[in-house]
Structures are given as structure tokens and as C-alpha cells.
């Protein structure tokens, strides 16, 4: 329970430092918006064009995390496999992890990402 809340509390404050340069840049607040578009199963042009923003907008915020990750590695608690995740992996994790956790799907749509990344690949604590 310590490290779940510990998760929550450190991806809040990462998605706060974030939030200036996300905000401007995201339609899409809350975490059941964007596993919305993740999960878009038409062949339509809109279903594609949102499977295609949600890949782009969750590796976005791994991108954004690692290198910050790196100068803090005491706060970090998303550990990653060496050989990394692919971009359909990282949605295929937040999109289950929103369905399975309906309180989450009122969080911000960054937080989201970020504590279901953390549930999926935990830092092993020394």
C-alpha cells in the first residue's frame, strides 16, 4: 500500500512538472478520454488519427519522464526493461490499467500514465 501511494504521490508531482509543457499541447484531461482514443476500433480516419495521438501522447510522457527520471534516481519509480517497451506496449498497460481501476479514470490523463507505467515496472527498492 506504501508503495502504491508513494507512486501516486511522485507521479502527481512529476505530472506537475510537466504540466506547462503538456497542457498546451493535450485536448484530453482526464485518463478515460485518452483510453478512449487508444482503444478506437473503427478503421475510420477519427480511429486512426486517435490511436494515433494516444501512441504519441503516452511515449510523449515516457520521453519526458526518463531524462528526468535519470537526475533524481531516488524519486524514480517507473523502472523500465533494459531493452525498453514499445509504443503499443506502454497503451496496451495504460489502457488495461484504466479499465481496471475505475477510480482512475477521473485522474489527469498524464498522471494516469505514469502510475500505470509505475504498476507495470516498479524500481526495485535497495
Known amino acids: 500500500m506504501k508503495v502504491s501511494l508513494a507512486i501516486v504521490v ?7 512538472l510537466l504540466a506547462p509543457a503538456f497542457d498546451h499541447v493535450s485536448a484530453m484531461k482526464r485518463a ?6 487508444c482503444g478506437g476500433k473503427g478503421d475510420g480516419q ?3 488519427l486517435g490511436r494515433i ?3 504519441s501522447y503516452i511515449t510523449g510522457m515516457v520521453d519526458a519522464y526518463l531524462p528526468i527520471a535519470g537526475l533524481t534516481p531516488q524519486a524514480r519509480f517507473i523502472c ?3 531493452e525498453g517497451i ?15 481501476h475505475p477510480e482512475g479514470q477521473d ?15 516498479p524500481c526495485k527498492k535497495k
Open 53 to 55: 495521438h494516444c501512441t
Open 86 to 100: 514499445s509504443g503499443d506496449q506502454a497503451v496496451k498497460i495504460f489502457v488495461k490499467w484504466v479499465k481496471n
Open 10 to 16: 511522485l507521479a502527481i508531482a512529476l505530472s506537475l
Open 107 to 121: 485522474m489527469v490523463a498524464k498522471s494516469a500514465v505514469l502510475v500505470s507505467l509505475g504498476n507495470a515496472f
Open 32 to 37: 478515460e478520454e485518452l483510453a478512449g482514443k
Open 80 to 82: 523500465l526493461p533494459e
Open 46 to 48: 477519427r480511429e486512426r
